[in-house]
């Protein structure tokens, strides 16, 4: 297993500011002093989640014909989540301080501050005084219907605490219309609620997220290795994202450890600025969840194999991943500071974000060299229109074109172009009609004919 221990708290708080002062991520509700756990995505931050789950979409649905869709409603029938054991069973041991009155997930203290006594874990600075530890279930509860009385048990419902019950649930509704046969996939990106006890790491731990679920049907003697090409897809898909395989680690969840109808869970975790932490789990559920809601629901929820016409629970292997872990990995792990000499030859620090075009927020900036040389701003607003709806760019035209490209770095915009008096034709026919094109990562510059833009990009964002 990675090092756990092995941070960076220095380099996590820039990151933090960073995503404030850039439009990434803002606390929810800050205005008011913050909602603990909940987190707004600025221009920024939305454009990452949306590539991110756009790409993950695209091949795990779109490029596979053996996967198909789902979004299932986030209010949830209490039966279901009865079924599937959460109403039960969805819990973590919490403990309290009798002195501050602060709650604590007693199963994980590492690095968690006693309120009082920072320097010190819970239960170790000289007034604490912790209970013992007991169930506190995560499940945000609400009650459906203006008429419902507040304890009618009837009115129950839930914030889903993941997305997956919803497909198990449909899994006969979509078997019927879509005419899978086994394997097959359902997937689905939606929001999932989880009260954490003690939200923490920016988003890592939040209390609203989104996750990026599939449920895969298979026949139980095929399961084991499927799980195993999962976790080799899955891996795969972040470094197509930009997270290099030496920063990923698979702990193989020993059995005392994982959930008690998993017969293999992997864990995929990143070396985040505050530690080494789970970003995905890819498990083996078997036939656990269908056979519960069969038995709970009193409905069939088998599949007929044509072929051997055999009737039987499919068992199912589940890569679950959270958007909002996964963008906060692409961020940590695109955060750069280099030192650069500036135009007048002085030492400065530039600080960009090196994500992968694929997820970059914008994709290029488009810049006239001068804002008052009225040709080179309508050709660079031409150009901006040209590629707006193919892609997220932004013009700008404010203060030297230096400043303009640091701030294209800070956001970690890939490509910036830029109309000038070649461009126009002033230093003679051969460059008329071309823009120089700088790369965020090497600061090179080299000059493209403008009608080429489109399908360069094109190329390099796919
Ligand atoms: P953890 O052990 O970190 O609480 P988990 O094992 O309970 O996570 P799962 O139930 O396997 O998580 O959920 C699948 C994925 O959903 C996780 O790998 C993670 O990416 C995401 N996720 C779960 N809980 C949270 C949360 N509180 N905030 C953000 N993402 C989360």
Not at 41 to 58: F, Q, T
Request: charged content about 30%.
């Amino acid at each position: 297993m990675a090092d756990k221990e092995h941070t960076n708290p220095e380099r996590m708080e820039k990151i933090v500011s960073l995503c404030k002062r850039r439009g990434f991520i803002y606390q929810s509700a800050e205005l008011y002093g913050g909602l603990n756990g909940c987190w707004d995505y600025g221009p920024m931050g939305v454009e990452i989640k949306r590539n991110l789950k756009n790409y993950w979409w695209r091949k795990n649905v779109r490029e596979r014909d053996d996967i198909v869709g789902l979004d299932g409603s986030i209010l949830t029938h209490q039966a279901i989540l009865t079924a599937s054991g959460h109403v039960g069973g969805f819990s973590d041991p919490m403990i309290d301080c009798r002195t501050c009155k602060a709650r604590f997930r007693a199963d994980n203290l590492d690095g968690v501050e006693c309120p009082r006594k920072p320097s010190r874990r819970p239960g170790h600075g000289p007034e604490c005084d912790l209970t013992e530890a007991r169930e506190f279930n995560l499940m945000f509860q609400t009650t459906v219907g203006a008429s419902a009385e507040e304890d009618d048990p009837n009115a129950v419902a839930y914030l889903r605490p993941e997305t997956a019950q919803s497909i198990f649930t449909q899994f006969k509704n979509v078997l019927e219309t879509s005419r899978q046969k086994l394997p097959f996939g359902i997937a689905q990106i939606g929001k999932a609620f989880r009260n954490e006890i003690n939200p923490r790491n920016f988003t890592f731990r939040s209390r609203e997220f989104e996750q990026m679920e599939i449920e895969y049907f298979c026949r139980p003697e095929d399961a084991l290795r499927l799980t195993d090409e999962w976790l080799e897809l899955r891996l795969r898909f972040y470094e197509e994202i930009g997270i290099p395989r030496e920063k990923l680690h698979v702990l193989d969840v020993p059995d005392d450890e994982r959930a008690h109808y998993s017969k293999k869970t992997y864990d995929i975790e990143y070396d985040f600025p505050f530690g080494c932490q789970e970003l995905e789990g890819v498990a083996y559920r078997t036939d656990y969840d269908l056979s519960r809601h069969q038995e709970h629901s009193g409905k069939p929820l088998e599949y007929f194999d044509e072929e051997t016409k055999e009737k039987f629970i499919p068992h199912v292997v589940e890569p679950s991943a959270g958007c909002d872990r996964t963008a906060l990995a692409v961020i940590c792990e695109a955060f750069d500071e280099e030192e650069v000499t500036d135009a007048k030859g002085k030492p400065e620090v530039r600080t960009v974000m090196r994500f992968s075009p694929r997820i970059a927020p914008v994709k290029a900036a488009v810049f006239p060299l001068l804002k008052k040389n009225a040709g080179q701003v309508r050709i660079a607003r031409e150009i901006e229109a040209s590629l707006r709806p193919l892609m997220n760019v932004f013009y700008d035209e404010s203060g030297a074109v230096g400043r303009r490209y640091r701030r294209q770095d800070e956001i970690g915009t890939p490509f910036c172009f830029t109309v000038d008096f070649e461009t126009l034709g002033e230093k003679g026919p051969s460059l008329k009609d071309t823009v120089t094109v700088r790369d965020r990562d090497s600061m090179q510059q080299e000059r493209l004919p403008i009608p080429e833009l489109a399908a360069w990009l094109g190329e390099r964002l796919r």
